[in-house]
């Protein structure tokens, strides 16, 4: 197999692209697709700070390492979720990458910061867990973005979650979540914008980009992800793949290009008007947000405060 750019030995084969890629090529790809993503769809100017949101998988370390090969501006942002050894382990593959590039890694951990972890709030609020991780991962990733003065959030989305979360809401015709399923968010409301520079790149590239610049990063999957509903609509379009390269593409790109927007109009409309928690000051429409909501009955605070709270739902 050889290189289709220099014809020297290929270490990778992208059937998508009809191409294989020597390792110096592959890495010049990876990083030539996130700056087509970041350009095509206007997510960060290098005068802008960006935090990438680091969870110690792949996806995350490789988009942190790719924006600054690019010249960005970007630290990071670790959270502990509090989910036993996973926890522990995703935790210091974050830190070794960060520290080890003298990289600025922003740390808040659940437990010790907001007396809850995720598998307690979930059963607390009975919602599945990967509810209550979402809800609290966007509450704080936008708290530390506002606190730290940052322009935009990043994250290591890749084209196989977009392509299996638009599966998902078109099976169920979600249609305010296909307005909002865009690589861009723009800033709204006191919310830094977010952004996913990975869309343009699959999760076999990411391991290959991890593995080819000496990445070391966690293999294992969450353990609240088993029977995770999305997992089983990656496998379905994975199959289709197989039989038919770059069906992952142009689903979402089509979907990007030619459906979105009349999804988008709904969702705008739809937003609610937003004023400042009564506890934490985050923008909600209600009285007090969805995460002081969770926290408060994750950590059993007295029945009245609950109750202000459920008033406010
Ligand atoms: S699998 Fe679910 S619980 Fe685990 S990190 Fe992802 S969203 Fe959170
Ligand atoms: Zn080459
Ligand atoms: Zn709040």
């Given at each position: 197999m050889k290189c289709t750019v220099c014809k020297g030995p290929a270490v990778i084969d992208i059937r998508r692209h009809n191409a294989n890629f020597c390792s110096e090529h592959f890495l010049r790809l990876c990083r030539d697709q996130v700056a087509k993503a970041i350009k095509d769809f206007e997510m960060l100017?290098?005068?802008?700070?960006?935090?990438?949101?680091?969870?110690?998988?792949?996806?995350?370390?490789?988009?942190?390492?790719?924006?600054?090969?690019?010249?960005y501006q970007a630290d990071g942002l670790y959270l502990g979720l509090g989910?036993?050894?996973?926890?522990?382990?995703?935790g210091e593959m974050a830190r070794a990458f960060a520290s080890a590039r003298g990289l600025h890694l922003v740390e808040i951990d659940l437990p010790t910061d907001h007396g809850?972890?995720?598998?307690?709030?979930?059963?607390?609020?009975r919602r599945v867990p990967c509810s209550a991780c979402g809800l609290s991962k966007r509450h704080l990733f936008d708290e530390a973005a506002r606190e730290g003065g940052y322009d935009v959030v990043v994250t290591g989305h890749n084209l196989d979650d977009e392509a299996a979360v638009l599966f998902g809401n078109v099976l169920h015709w979600q249609t305010d979540y296909l307005g909002r399923q865009l690589p861009v968010l723009p800033a709204r409301h006191g919310f830094p914008r977010k952004v996913k520079p990975l869309v343009r790149l699959g999760e076999r590239e990411?391991?290959?980009?991890?593995?080819?610049?000496?990445?070391?990063?966690?293999?294992?999957?969450?353990?609240?992800?088993a029977g995770n509903k999305h997992l089983g609509y990656k496998e379905a379009l994975n199959a289709i793949e197989a039989t038919s390269p770059g069906s992952k593409h142009d689903f979402y790109f089509g979907f990007l290009a030619r459906a979105s927007a009349h999804f988008t109009t709904e969702a705008e409309a739809e937003q609610q008007e937003l004023h400042p928690c009564g506890r934490c000051g985050a923008p909600t429409p209600g009285e007090v947000c969805a995460f002081c909501r969770l926290a408060e009955r994750a950590t059993a605070v007295p029945v009245s405060l609950g109750r202000r709270a459920e008033a406010s739902r």
């Amino acid at each position: 197999m050889k290189c289709t750019v220099c014809k020297g030995p290929a270490v990778i084969d992208i059937r998508r692209h009809n191409a294989n890629f020597c390792s110096e090529h592959f890495l010049r790809l990876c990083r030539d697709q996130v700056a087509k993503a970041i350009k095509d769809f206007e997510m960060l100017r290098p005068d802008e700070r960006a935090l990438v949101a680091v969870s110690g998988g792949k996806d995350s370390l490789a988009v942190w390492d790719i924006l600054l090969e690019l010249g960005y501006q970007a630290d990071g942002l670790y959270l502990g979720l509090g989910i036993g050894d996973y926890s522990d382990a995703s935790g210091e593959m974050a830190r070794a990458f960060a520290s080890a590039r003298g990289l600025h890694l922003v740390e808040i951990d659940l437990p010790t910061d907001h007396g809850f972890d995720i598998p307690t709030g979930a059963r607390a609020a009975r919602r599945v867990p990967c509810s209550a991780c979402g809800l609290s991962k966007r509450h704080l990733f936008d708290e530390a973005a506002r606190e730290g003065g940052y322009d935009v959030v990043v994250t290591g989305h890749n084209l196989d979650d977009e392509a299996a979360v638009l599966f998902g809401n078109v099976l169920h015709w979600q249609t305010d979540y296909l307005g909002r399923q865009l690589p861009v968010l723009p800033a709204r409301h006191g919310f830094p914008r977010k952004v996913k520079p990975l869309v343009r790149l699959g999760e076999r590239e990411m391991a290959a980009y991890c593995v080819l610049r000496n990445i070391d990063y966690i293999v294992e999957e969450c353990p609240m992800a088993a029977g995770n509903k999305h997992l089983g609509y990656k496998e379905a379009l994975n199959a289709i793949e197989a039989t038919s390269p770059g069906s992952k593409h142009d689903f979402y790109f089509g979907f990007l290009a030619r459906a979105s927007a009349h999804f988008t109009t709904e969702a705008e409309a739809e937003q609610q008007e937003l004023h400042p928690c009564g506890r934490c000051g985050a923008p909600t429409p209600g009285e007090v947000c969805a995460f002081c909501r969770l926290a408060e009955r994750a950590t059993a605070v007295p029945v009245s405060l609950g109750r202000r709270a459920e008033a406010s739902r």
